[in-house]
């Protein structure tokens, strides 16, 4: 790509990465029906990840606590997160680079860019919250109660079991993203279609009306708006806001899945291939641009459409279904008011379920529970070390020649070292306090990534692929919304 001028850099190149080179946009495919199942993916990954985390956790700790009508957090959330990610797969639709290769192209500097999203992803998915979680609703399973505090021995040795099993899924497969991608589909399907089944036949009708109600923040109870409870748990609340959705660095690494998919000039970039059933792949360690051609322009309309599909029809429709039948469920079979916040939080549903229908569809419950955490743990620990893999393999002329220039060298590695690491972290607190923990955090990120891809986007991409002013007031309003549960939720912890 051209400089601006006479012997001046790129504007992409300012940064010190390697300028953009010109290329042809791939066609897009034009599925009908059916087909569009075929084309969609990475929208499935990150709405697997997302029930695995507010849906199945936070959501109900805030619901059975405070109430429906907090519903109305999951509708504003999913709506600014489908809207922020659809930006984040712009940017990769038109370079093929992930957006954390778009953030370290601004100054100050590609480094100083990399430490910063590589610190923000370990300290939200350092700790593995997920595969603690789901030890308790496997220890449930086992021993057909709640686990205690004298129960942490057990929970710790489940929990690395399951946390190393993770770590076979990724081994095998010929492209990560495709066996994610298929793992997802299906338990998403399964997840939403038991959910569905259960509250049919269990949730009143009086319920489900509150929980509509509740999604525009409307209490029916008390018949008003009820927008936030009186002396709320806002450490709690911070964390529903940031994981309702996906959440953080969730969203961003959904454009590494957009590449590895071979979405738009992702197609010509490459994808990280695995150890078992994978052949050496070129991946590509800077991106392209393509001319605005009345052909080119069509192209792009056409993968504007994928993305609009894999996030509207899947992402944004799932994530409002996936936190809305969990809620139903819960307060249906859960007192209202309790605190289920502790190391039995993912076999909590389970036991309400077995306590009045028998223990039969209590232990099916935890079963899912117990699967669906497994699976979220898996997709976070995927996503955490393929966006770092992807930020040294941009920024580093020696990791790429590292090896023979293997891309799976850095990867694996990568994953030994954050395995390691996972180990000793779950020795630290509770499964559901590193929740907490990581779950805040995403919501600095998004304060901060909402920024920083507007400027990406208005100012890096050329002008035909640039964003309407309509999206850069949402992302604006993207960083409002979550700053907002930011600074309240810091104003509890030095309170």
């Known amino acids: 790509m051209s400089g601006t001028g006479q012997g001046a850099p790129a504007p992409e190149s300012r940064s010190g990465l390697e300028p953009w080179r010109l290329a042809e946009l791939p066609e897009p495919p034009a599925p009908r029906g059916l087909g569009w199942l075929q084309v969609v993916g990475p929208g499935v990954i990150v709405l697997g990840l997302s029930i695995g985390s507010g849906e199945f956790l936070l959501g109900p700790a805030v619901f059975v606590r405070y109430g429906l009508s907090l519903l109305w957090i999951t509708t504003a959330a999913v709506l600014l997160q489908t809207i922020f990610n659809t930006e984040v797969m712009r940017y990769t639709l038109a370079t ?7 953030f370290m192209r601004t100054r100050p500097s590609a480094t100083g860019w990399a430490v910063v999203y590589v610190a923000l992803y370990l300290l939200q998915f ?9 030890a308790g609703a496997i220890f449930f399973l086992v021993a057909r109660r709640l686990p205690g505090p004298a129960d942490a021995g057990a929970i710790y040795y489940i929990g690395v079991a399951g946390f190393l099993a993770c770590v076979a899924v990724l081994m095998v497969g010929r492209r990560i993203e495709r066996t994610l991608e298929l793992i997802n589909w299906a338990l998403v399907s399964c997840i939403l279609a038991s959910f569905l089944a259960l509250a049919l036949f269990f949730v009143p009708a009086g319920t489900w009306r509150a929980g509509g109600a509740a999604l525009g923040g409307f209490d029916l109870g008390a018949g008003r708006f009820r927008w936030l409870p009186e002396g709320a748990d806002f450490f709690l609340l911070g964390a529903l806001v940031a994981y ?40 590509a360690h800077a991106g392209f641009s393509f001319e605005p051609s009345g052909e080119a322009m069509r192209r792009w309309r ?15 429709a799932g994530g409002l279904l996936g936190m809305l039948l969990p809620a139903l469920l819960y307060v249906t079979f859960l007192p209202a008011g309790g605190d289920i916040q502790g190391l039995g939080i993912s076999a909590a549903l389970a036991a309400g379920v077995g306590a009045a229908s028998g223990p039969l569809l209590g232990g099916a419950i935890a079963f899912l529970g117990a699967w669906l955490l497994f699976k979220t743990q898996l997709d976070n620990l995927d996503g955490m070390v393929r966006a770092i893999t992807d930020i040294l393999w941009t920024g580093s002329a020696r990791v790429r020649a590292w090896r023979g220039g293997d891309v799976r060298v850095v990867y694996y590695t990568l994953l030994a070292l954050l395995v390691a690491w996972g180990i000793a972290a779950l020795r630290l607190a509770q499964p559901i306090v590193l929740l907490k923990i990581g779950a805040n955090i995403a919501g600095v990120t998004f304060v901060l990534a909402a920024l920083h891809l507007l400027y990406v986007n208005t100012r890096l991409l050329p002008p035909h692929v640039r964003p309407p002013a309509w999206r850069r007031a949402a992302l604006v309003a993207v960083a409002l919304f979550y700053g907002f549960f930011v600074v309240m939720s810091a104003s509890t912890l030095f309170r």
């Open 96 to 102: 093929g680079e992930p957006v954390f290769t778009g």
């Open 126 to 134: 350092g700790w593995p919250a997920f595969a603690g979680t789901a």
């Open 244 to 283: 309702s959705g996906a959440g953080g660095v969730s969203n961003l690494v959904i454009s590494n899945w957009a590449r590895d998919r071979g979405y738009g000039m992702g197609a010509r970039a490459g994808y990280i291939p695995a150890a078992l059933g994978g052949t050496r792949a070129h991946l």
């Open 302 to 316: 056409g993968w504007w459409r994928v993305i609009s599909a894999d996030q509207w029809g899947v992402f944004f």
